[in-house]
């Protein structure tokens, strides 16, 4: 079965950096695609990006290209969502996904101080 | 960058009622469209990809037309569980969401 479990949720304070995860299992983890999709309260999906495992290529969308990084090890089979300097617009909830079908569970991130 | 413009933002329609969503891109993207369901508080559920093709497991009473830029999510008998906000997005090109439209029962 396929699934991808993603990190617990995290509360964090402005200026802070941070990575949260999703792993997955039970598929060839290097075939596909994993992508990252925000939601901010109350307001509709965003496609952030996603990356390539089998050799860590990435795609970002317009508005997050410079403000977040997707990686992955493959060797443990997790991607990873990061960044440097948390702002309180940040907060949201994160889903990671091989599109279109597969989603994980998604992180809360709350950045407040 | 492929906006998509998704109409109406809300509805609400009756229990039985037909329902219909429309998502207007602005170039050509073929039929690389998905359409989405979102309930509170879960991850989004893939109901078509390809722009009319069912998700197994997907009620027969959803579907989808459409190529080009002007596609089209049918509920053709709504149902009290179809509540929720349900989201059309692209992927010709780097992947894009519409912005929603959230739908209520009368």
């Known amino acids: 079965e396929v699934q991808l479990v993603q990190s617990e949720a995290e509360v964090k304070k402005p200026g802070e950096s941070l990575r949260i995860s999703c792993k997955g299992s039970?598929?060839?983890?290097?075939?596909?695609?994993i992508t990252w999709v925000r939601q901010m309260p109350g307001k509709g999906l965003e496609w952030m990006g996603r990356?390539?495992?089998?050799?860590?290529?990435?795609n970002y969308g317009p508005s997050f290209q410079g403000h977040v990084t997707i990686s992955a090890d493959k060797s443990i089979t997790t991607v990873y969502l990061q960044w440097t300097s948390l702002k309180a617009s940040d907060t949201a909830m994160y889903y990671c996904?091989?599109?279109?079908?597969?989603w994980g569970q998604g992180t809360l991130v709350i950045v407040s101080s | 960058d492929i906006q998509m413009t998704q109409s109406p933002p809300s509805l609400s329609a009756s229990v039985g009622d037909r329902v219909t969503i429309t998502c207007q891109a602005s170039q050509d993207i073929s039929n690389h469209l998905n359409w989405f369901q979102q309930k509170p508080g879960k991850a989004p559920n893939l109901l078509i990809y390809?722009?009319?093709d069912l998700e197994t497991g997907v009620p027969s009473r959803f579907s989808g037309s459409g190529s080009g830029t002007d596609f089209t999510l049918t509920i053709s008998s709504l149902q009290p569980e179809d509540i929720g906000t349900y989201y059309c997005q692209q992927y010709n090109n780097l992947p894009r969401f519409g912005q929603g439209t959230k739908l209520e029962i009368k």
């Open positions: 996904a091989i599109q279109p079908g597969f």
């Open positions: 039970g598929y060839n983890f290097t075939n596909y695609w």
């Open positions: 390809d722009a009319s």
């Open positions: 990356i390539d495992p089998s050799d860590s290529y990435t």
